[in-house]
């Protein structure tokens, strides 16, 4: 066993060969990638050009149909036919379902009869006094109002629609019984019964999209406006006009203030479906023929004139412009440059040395030799980048 001076002796021994490793190796790196012959200037540029350029809103929204009818019965009966399902085309006028309108019929000729009786004691009483023909004449009066609702009633036994279109949903079933509270829900039954809006008809070839627009952009929507509307997971891009905006704010998720725009699509395209939903891009401005340039390219002085270097071949020289409206990553400008023109984005300068051994910036190449014996690694017969021999270094026994 070696003893304490000898064993401290070779571990020193070990640390200076490390660090003479280390002196080699960052040495070479700095000999292989600092330029030994200068550098050379790149620019990256663009060419001026004309062109037309829009300013969106976003926004995401939901496709709902233009026109759609929730029709429930607001009189009490038993269902006694459904003429429909979901997914049928009716004709404005079609019978969509009835309930039993015997009782309806008995009160609407109670109704009738009652009339006829107000309107025969007037006149029999037309020589009265005053007294006695307004009597009679507040009992026709209620007696007329009693029929019109009679007759209200017997015709709300049948339900048709109001308006061609496709039948969305159908809560009705023969035996259900109906509630004359006037509500949109039909009253539950013993047997089976309705817990939804008996029957919803909408027009699903004239379509909207119900959006939100944040309070920072709702200033510049306008009716009118020209959207475009691409359905989420459905067909290629639609267009649409913007029909109204919402003056009343709603807080989103997030508590932002949203505001409501409509959008009516236009014409009847295919690939959108009622409930699902879109993003929309609502056009706020648009230009046409604007002669840009690419906005990294603008450099500001310290008094606020606007400049960029035009390149003449590999030569860069400032010229000074001047510009109008942003679009984004192109900046329109209003004098100084024409179409042709080339401007410069980015300069940047690029080594352009090389080493002895005729290579351009590659990476230390593996030692040759191999490996010595030993608990340290030789590295024999390494080269350096530049053509060099790296010298052989053998670790202690």
Same mark, same amino acid.
């Given at each position: 066993?070696?003893?304490?001076?000898?064993?401290v002796?070779?571990?020193?021994?070990?640390?200076?060969?490390?660090?003479v490793?280390?002196?080699?190796v960052?040495?070479g790196?700095?000999?292989?990638f600092?330029?030994s012959?200068?550098?050379t200037t790149?620019?990256?540029?663009a060419t001026v050009?004309?062109?037309?350029?829009?300013?969106?809103?976003? /926004?995401?929204?939901?496709?709902t149909?233009k026109?759609?009818?929730?029709?429930?019965f607001t =009189?009490?009966g038993?269902?006694?036919? *459904?003429?429909?399902?979901?997914?049928d085309?009716?004709?404005? +006028?079609?019978v969509?379902?009835t309930?039993?309108a &015997?009782?309806l019929?008995a009160q609407?000729?109670?109704?009738? /009869?009652q009339?006829?009786a107000?309107?025969?004691q007037?006149?029999?009483?037309?020589?009265g006094t005053s007294?006695?023909?307004?009597?009679?004449?507040?009992s026709v009066?209620?007696a007329?109002? #009693?029929?019109?609702?009679?007759?209200?009633?017997l015709?709300n036994?049948?339900?048709k629609a109001?308006?061609?279109?496709t039948?969305?949903? $159908?809560?009705?079933? $023969?035996?259900?019984?109906?509630? %004359?509270?006037g509500?949109?829900?039909p009253?539950?039954s013993?047997?089976? %019964?309705s817990?939804?809006?008996g029957?919803?008809?909408?027009s699903?070839? @004239?379509l909207?999209v =119900?959006?939100n *627009?944040?309070?920072?952009d709702v200033?510049?929507?306008? *009716?009118?406006m #020209?959207?475009?509307?691409?359905?989420?997971?459905?067909?290629g891009v639609?267009?649409?006009?913007?029909?109204? *905006?919402?003056?009343? /704010?709603s807080a989103?998720?997030?508590?932002?203030?949203?505001f409501?725009?409509?959008? !009516?699509?236009?014409?009847?395209?295919s +690939?959108?479906?009622?409930?699902s939903?879109?993003a929309?891009?609502i056009t706020v401005?648009?230009?046409t023929n604007?002669?840009t340039?690419?906005?990294? !390219?603008?450099h500001t002085?310290?008094?606020g004139?606007t400049?960029?270097?035009?390149m003449?071949?590999?030569k860069a020289?400032k010229?000074t412009?001047?510009i109008?409206a =942003?679009? +984004?990553p #192109? &900046?329109?400008?209003?004098?100084?440059l024409?179409?042709?023109d080339v401007? @410069?984005?980015l300069s940047?300068?690029?080594?352009?040395?090389?080493g002895?051994?005729?290579?351009?910036?590659?990476?230390?190449?593996? +030692?040759?030799g191999?490996?010595g014996?030993?608990n340290?690694p030789?590295l024999?017969g390494g080269?350096?980048?530049g053509?060099? #021999?790296?010298? $052989?270094?053998?670790?202690g026994?």
């Amino acid at each position: 066993m070696p003893s304490l001076p000898a064993l401290v002796h070779r571990i020193d021994r070990r640390w200076w060969l490390v660090a003479v490793v280390v002196v080699l190796v960052g040495g070479g790196a700095w000999w292989r990638f600092a330029p030994s012959s200068g550098s050379t200037t790149t620019s990256i540029n663009a060419t001026v050009a004309r062109g037309t350029y829009k300013t969106t809103v976003d /926004a995401t929204g939901t496709i709902t149909p233009k026109r759609d009818a929730s029709l429930s019965f607001t =009189s009490s009966g038993t269902v006694t036919r *459904v003429a429909v399902k979901a997914g049928d085309r009716v004709t404005k +006028g079609d019978v969509l379902a009835t309930i039993d309108a &015997t009782a309806l019929r008995a009160q609407r000729d109670a109704a009738a /009869a009652q009339l006829t009786a107000a309107q025969t004691q007037l006149s029999q009483d037309s020589g009265g006094t005053s007294t006695q023909l307004s009597a009679d004449e507040a009992s026709v009066a209620a007696a007329q109002s #009693q029929l019109t609702q009679a007759d209200q009633a017997l015709a709300n036994a049948t339900l048709k629609a109001p308006f061609s279109g496709t039948v969305s949903a $159908v809560s009705y079933s $023969v035996g259900d019984t109906t509630g %004359s509270s006037g509500g949109n829900t039909p009253a539950a039954s013993s047997s089976s %019964s309705s817990s939804a809006t008996g029957i919803t008809v909408i027009s699903p070839r @004239q379509l909207l999209v =119900s959006a939100n *627009v944040s309070a920072t952009d709702v200033s510049t929507v306008k *009716v009118g406006m #020209q959207a475009e509307i691409t359905p989420t997971g459905g067909a290629g891009v639609v267009y649409g006009t913007v029909s109204s *905006v919402g003056s009343i /704010a709603s807080a989103s998720d997030s508590g932002a203030a949203q505001f409501p725009v409509t959008i !009516a699509v236009t014409g009847t395209p295919s +690939g959108l479906y009622p409930g699902s939903s879109a993003a929309v891009a609502i056009t706020v401005k648009q230009a046409t023929n604007v002669l840009t340039v690419p906005t990294q !390219a603008l450099h500001t002085t310290s008094t606020g004139s606007t400049y960029v270097y035009t390149m003449k071949g590999t030569k860069a020289t400032k010229t000074t412009i001047t510009i109008g409206a =942003s679009y +984004g990553p #192109q &900046t329109e400008v209003l004098s100084g440059l024409k179409v042709g023109d080339v401007v @410069q984005i980015l300069s940047f300068a690029r080594p352009t040395g090389t080493g002895t051994n005729g290579n351009n910036g590659g990476l230390f190449q593996r +030692g040759t030799g191999g490996g010595g014996a030993g608990n340290f690694p030789n590295l024999s017969g390494g080269t350096i980048p530049g053509g060099g #021999q790296a010298p $052989v270094i053998v670790g202690g026994q």
